[in-house]
């Protein structure tokens, strides 16, 4: 048995929130290893980074999710009871409630809502001034994803549900009112959430068949039980707060295009290419930084034990930088994905594995449609300039952004 390799600091939980991105990375560098083991919110943590540590980390039968994420992120980011915390027949059942929303001509009609959205918008921006896109796009997002999931929104209301559902994505790596903040957008929010499922299931709000927020409140557990009220509006928060956080991604596609002009062209009226494009921009931008999950029972894996109970963290960002898999990975070169198959361990920007029996991104497709739709429209549909502005991505704020949210002048429609 070898030792895994203990990182020096007693207590890393400061470091983490102030190396951000790299944190995981770096030790691994400096250790030689895949694997360390370090403190984390008080508790031993062991850190895995790579390909075989992925396998490893979604085999259902060596680890579980329940107790993995820290509480901070669960009371603002995910809401506690929600899929991400269950195992085994309980995740089965409740993950098979989201992907059953996924459909492919679904998924269409969210695209196809997000674009009129956007062409909607552009005569706005014609007769303004600059607009920041990651507001613009935020926005854009709150208004589509609730019309797709039957949730009515009236016109005033998309941008305060979009400061909630912001402040929610902002808060888990916090300190101070920024976190508060994430605490009480959450309350607020699962309570108009718990508002819209109790009515229709009362029958006082109508919501389209195959709907999220029809599904999700006519849900039924094995039992036949309907979910309780605020489980059901953490779950419908699990569909609306991760579409409106695609805003990032697509800001990402944004920079990604400003800094390497010669892809608008290759981009444009090509399917493959902006598909290479958007799988380049998920690899390379850094969005969530790890997954979390604790060991069901003891086993050893290359030589190291590894305790039950004990929390383990896959470096989501480090894998998708990992220069086994991933050669020249800090160059943007979305060619790389021509010709790729798909590895449900090596491109993990959402997780990996399998969707339906893992925890992986329910709404991994949707991102990609509305990525897609994004890079179409900043390349076809209009035509922009990019201000001064400070652009600079930190990896140590987490979840990154660059400062400027992305400013755009000088909108004209071209398609
Ligand atoms: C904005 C881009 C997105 C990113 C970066 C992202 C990332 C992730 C990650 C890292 C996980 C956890 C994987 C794990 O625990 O192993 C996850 C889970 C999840 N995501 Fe996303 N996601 C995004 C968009 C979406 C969208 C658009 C939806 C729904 C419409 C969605 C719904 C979910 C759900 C329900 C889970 C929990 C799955 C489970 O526990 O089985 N996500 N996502």
Redesign the pocket.
Known sequence: MTAIPVDRSPESTLAFLREGYRFIGDRCDRYGSEIFQTRLLLQRTICLRGRPAAVL??DNDRFV?QGAMPMRGQRTL?GVT???G?DDAA?RQR?AM?MSI?TPSAIRQLGQLFDDEWRAQIPVWERSGPVVLYDEVARMLTRA?CAWAGVPLAGSDAARRTTQLHAMIEAPAAIGPRHWWGLLARRRAERWGADLVERVRAGALSTPDGSALRVIAEHRSDQGHLLPRRIAAV?LL??VR??V??D??VVFAALALHDHPHWRDRVRGDEPATEHFVQEV?RYYP??PV???RVRRSFDWQGHHFPRGRRVL?D?YGTNHHPELWPGPEQFRPDRFAGWHGDPFGL??????NHFT???????W??IE?MKRAVTNLTTTMSYQVPPQDLALSLRRMPALPPSGFLIDAVRRTG
């Not at 893992?358 to 991994?364: D, K, P, S, V």
């Open positions: 980390f979604y999710r995910t929600g899929v991400q269950l995740h993950k989201f996924m994803v779950e699990n569909i991760p579409t956080a695609v990032r991604f998920r969005f969530f997954a979390a999950a896959l989501l993990v920007p959402q997780g990996g594995g893992g925890h992986r991104c329910a709404g991994e949707i991102t509305l």
